[in-house]
């Protein structure tokens, strides 16, 4: 199935309502997405409740003393991970995608690598590297005595650090886009007498947009959830002080004000975005031809080389070489009990991106057969979980999920059916948590993947008959399968690297690497947490190169 | 995929109603590390077939998980690390006081709750390190000293984010009031050459390199360090012994309000103040036992004997918020 792209800004036609494609005019799905939009602003409602009770005296310390510095440092942070992550994920992105140049099948799935790494790792080992008493500086002192200490912990190195571990998302976007957007857009381009790129400039570019901004949409919000990164370079965001208020000075009060403004943050933003993209319209789907790639000529053939080898070799291949070289050192006796954390690991990843996808698939159709503010607002809400702090994200859902338990308990208490804690310290739970928090990576990939459905196929398959269920079955599903298992992969991965949920909620005797990274990390022993970060990035490797290849096809 | 999906829907299925409960049992919320504290569950089980069920995490979220269980909290006991979060802990409601003969003898006064809701299992130093080619411990004489202007440009601090250095101050603003130790706080704050590091080892590896030359760290940071490489240039210096003494930290237990093994729970934790398990529970980390009939591991006895002040542990939590203020004011990060 070959389509072509008709890619018409909103200017010119007027928008052709995108209601009417699937009519299942059953009540229970709306229902069902409105439920599921709710569960999941649930913690965000619990914490944003808290806004009611201020405490005051350390707020206004907080404003006093605090604020003006954690808004500084964190629009710093965005302004530099933001361009970073937006030109190297749309350059390469472009180059593997579009381009041939040598090398480029390689790199077209080995720059998806790093993506199996979390960012706390990234930030141990480029301290490990890079600090005062790490190898490099160590080597620069030792030919120039008298060269004093480059301290890196600030910005410019956590932008970095950050930057290597989310492109990724960036990339992943506007590749596909440019791989499905079809050689003949460029190619009328290229024959209306456009250089190859101006042409990546003038079409391709503007073409990808929406891609690019759901990309940098989700880089933006795992940069203001971070908590593991920026802790150990002890930059100071809002997730810090957050921790701070809230485990230092006891005031969950005010650590639930301070993630209510970064969640208002990230709302405003989504909304940009969305406004943003409500310009565009773009319908299109299925594979398009890609055999005739631009090829790139003598010099920009191997500065194309170079770009992706740099980013390569610092993303993946200079974090490996570091994490070996400690692993080695502090190798242990008992590597068994590892099998069990990976397999832990995996499955939670497996569940949750199950459970995840469907939920995004299920709010992205109500989106679609509905798309009024209500919807849409319910919608954005629901995806905020990812930009908040973990360990917040988890108190939120652990106060209602007491209360259900609480009220389960009073109600079988007649029956004398023992319920207590049925639904708290359950991997249930655990995986809803998860699905809380990684809505949005799954959303953005599924509800991309419906976007670009045409709605002539929905019309084309009303006219042959099919109606309801057995169109989504026969029509939507096939075509949505590289949606939903990007959307699905993303958050697997995603889920595997989470460590303030599954630190807080996993239940008795479900341990994780990432919990034993934490344990080890948390007490400064970052070669002993080499082992199972190792374990970590091999066992994330797999699914992320499944989803290299799924995108090749 | 399908057969993947299948297994991992089986897989929640079992194991999220597979809680049932065992006669003899207890189940621990524990902040201590898992190899900091599994090898003493293991021992136990074997003493006395009592099965201990455990989760770790961080300190500030296990209170909470509990708190948010509220009456059906499956935790018996709470392990955690840090006087101020056992004063929290306390403060909040969630641990129980206890009558115990054997807590009474085994722990101090001033390393337990005063209404004896909690009591300490290990003590903690935190003391000076310096380098020992840049320094002569002459010049050394308490942490207050280390504002002084010879340290300038040579002072090397963990993150005032972490609770160790929140209790150093809070300790200050017991025992000398705010306005003063805002004062020594600004001058520490002078004297750092670099921002603070994430990790008390960190600290130390920048002092081998020549960063600063003298830091403040728990011991057993330095002597896993030392374990590690034995010809590092640093010594221990134990500061202000003419007078308050060493700052002492604790990692203790409390029983849970609603634990529903109140019993096993005090016994484990009694179990683990007894002399057999003191010196496993301290040597594991290499801190220092509570209990005073004990002796440290032969390592950590090598630092030299020192004092401690007397100070009541509890006051660290009780001004823990004060100094996170008062640090923020001093503009350290």
């Known amino acids: 199935m070959t389509q072509e792209i008709t890619h018409k800004p909103a ?51 907080l404003a006093e003393n605090v604020l003006g510095t954690l808004a500084i440092n964190t629009v710093l942070l965005l302004l530099c991970i933001i361009p970073l992550t937006a030109i190297s994920g749309v350059g390469l992105g472009w180059l593997t995608g579009a381009c041939e140049f040598p090398g480029r099948k390689f790199f077209s799935w080995a720059l998806v690598l790093p993506f199996a790494i979390p960012p706390y790792v990234f930030a141990f080992v480029y301290l490990g590297i890079f600090d005062f008493t790490g190898p490099v500086q160590s080597l620069i002192r030792s030919i120039f005595p008298s060269m004093g200490f480059i301290d890196i912990r600030n910005f410019g190195g956590v932008s970095l650090i950050l930057s290597l571990a989310f492109y990724p998302y960036v990339y992943l976007m506007s590749r596909s886009a440019f791989m499905t957007q079809g050689r003949t857009a460029i190619e009328a381009a290229r024959t209306l007498g456009l250089s190859p790129a101006r042409a990546f400039f003038r079409v391709a570019l503007p073409m990808a947009r929406p891609f690019i901004a759901a990309g940098l949409v989700l880089v933006c919000m795992e940069s203001l959830a971070d908590f593991g990164a920026v802790s150990i370079f002890n930059y100071d965001t809002f997730t810090n002080a957050i921790y701070k208020a809230w485990f230092g000075m006891f005031s969950l009060e005010s650590a639930a004000q301070l993630s209510s403004i970064l969640a208002i943050i990230v709302l405003t933003a989504l909304v940009a975005e969305q406004k943003m993209r409500s310009r565009m319209r773009y319908t299109e789907a299925g594979r398009s031809n890609i055999t005739e790639r631009l090829k790139l000529s003598g010099s920009w053939k191997w500065l194309a080389f170079s770009s992706c080898s740099l980013v390569f070799f610092l993303a993946f291949v200079l974090p490996c070489i570091k994490l070996m070289q400690w692993g080695f050192e502090a190798i242990e006796t008992d590597l068994a009990r590892y099998i069990e954390y990976g397999l832990n690991t995996l499955l939670l990843g497996l569940a949750g991106a199950v459970i995840t996808t469907a939920a995004a698939l299920a709010l992205s159709f109500a989106k679609r057969n509905d798309p009024g503010p209500m919807m849409n607002w319910s919608t954005r809400i629901a995806t905020l979980g990812y930009a908040l702090p973990g360990t917040v994200l988890a108190v939120g859902i652990f106060i209602p999920a007491a209360w259900l338990d609480s009220t389960l308990a009073t109600l079988f208490k007649p029956t004398g059916i023992d319920t207590s804690n049925m639904i708290q310290g359950s991997l249930g739970l655990m995986i809803a948590a998860y699905g809380i928090r990684f809505l949005a990576a799954g959303f953005g990939a599924v509800d991309s993947a419906i976007q670009r459905i045409t709605p002539s196929i929905g019309e084309a398959a009303r006219t042959l008959g099919a109606t309801g269920i057995s169109m989504l079955r026969r029509i939507y599903i096939p075509m949505l399968r590289k949606g939903l298992l990007t959307g699905a992969i993303l958050v697997l991965v995603d889920v595997m690297k989470e460590m303030p949920i599954t630190l807080m909620m996993r239940p008795f005797g479900w341990d994780t690497l990432a919990v034993k990274i934490y344990e080890y990390t948390s007490e400064g022993e970052w070669e002993l947490a080499a082992v199972p970060a190792i374990i970590l990035i091999l066992v994330g490797l797999l699914p992320v190169m499944l989803l290299t290849r799924q995108m090749d096809k | 995929m399908k057969k993947l999906i299948t297994l991992a829907i089986t897989a929640i299925m079992v194991t999220a109603w597979s809680t049932a409960a065992f006669a003899s049992e207890v189940v621990v919320y524990s902040a201590r590390k898992e190899h900091l504290i599994k090898p003493l569950f293991d021992a136990y089980t074997a003493e006395t077939g009592v ?270 918020a004060e100094a996170i203020k008062l640090m923020d004011r001093a503009g350290y990060k």
Do not use: C
């Not at chain 1, 229970?28 to 913690?43: I, T």
């Open chain 1, 11 to 61: 200017g010119g036609t007027p928008p052709t309502p995108r209601r009417n494609n699937i009519r299942i005019k059953s009540p229970a799905w709306f229902a069902l997405a409105g439920a599921l939009a709710l569960v999941a602003a649930a913690p965000l409602l619990v914490i944003l409740s808290f806004l009611l009770s201020p405490s005051q005296e350390i707020w206004s310390h």
């Open chain 2, 51 to 320: 099965k201990v069920k455990y989760i770790t995490g961080k300190a500030g979220a296990l209170l909470e998980r509990i708190k948010a269980e509220g009456a059906n909290t499956p935790a018996d006991l709470f392990i955690t690390v840090d006087a101020g979060n056992l004063w929290h802990a306390a403060n909040e409601g969630v641990l129980a006081p206890v009558k115990s003969a054997t807590l009474e003898k085994n722990v101090p006064a001033h390393l337990r709750d005063p209404e004896n809701r909690w009591a300490g299992l290990s003590v903690r130093a935190r003391t000076i390190v310096y380098n020992k080619d840049k320094v002569d411990p002459n010049e050394l004489s308490t942490y207050e000293a280390l504002g002084d202007a010879k340290w300038k440009g040579r002072l090397l601090l963990r993150t005032s984010k972490k609770v160790y250095n929140q209790s150093l101050v809070a300790s200050f603003i017991a025992e000398k009031g705010e306005a003063e130790t805002e004062e020594i706080v600004k001058s520490w704050v002078n004297n750092m050459p670099v921002a603070p590091f994430s990790s008390d080892t960190k600290t130390l590896e920048a002092v081998v390199a020549g960063v600063g030359d003298v830091a403040v760290v728990n011991t057993y940071y330095f002597g896993r360090l030392l374990k590690k490489n034995p010809d590092l240039p640093l010594a221990i210096f134990w500061p202000n012994q003419k007078t308050s003494g060493v700052h002492m930290n604790v990692s203790g237990a409390g029983v849970t309000a609603h634990a529903k093994h109140k019993e096993e729970a005090l016994k484990l934790l009694e179990w683990l103040s007894s002399e057999k398990a003191q010196g496993k529970f301290a040597s594991l980390n290499m801190e220092y036992p509570v209990n005073p009939e004990v002796k440290p591991d032969p390592v950590v006895a090598a630092w030299g004997e020192f004092k401690g002040n007397p100070m009541n542990v509890s006051k660290y939590g009780e001004y823990q």
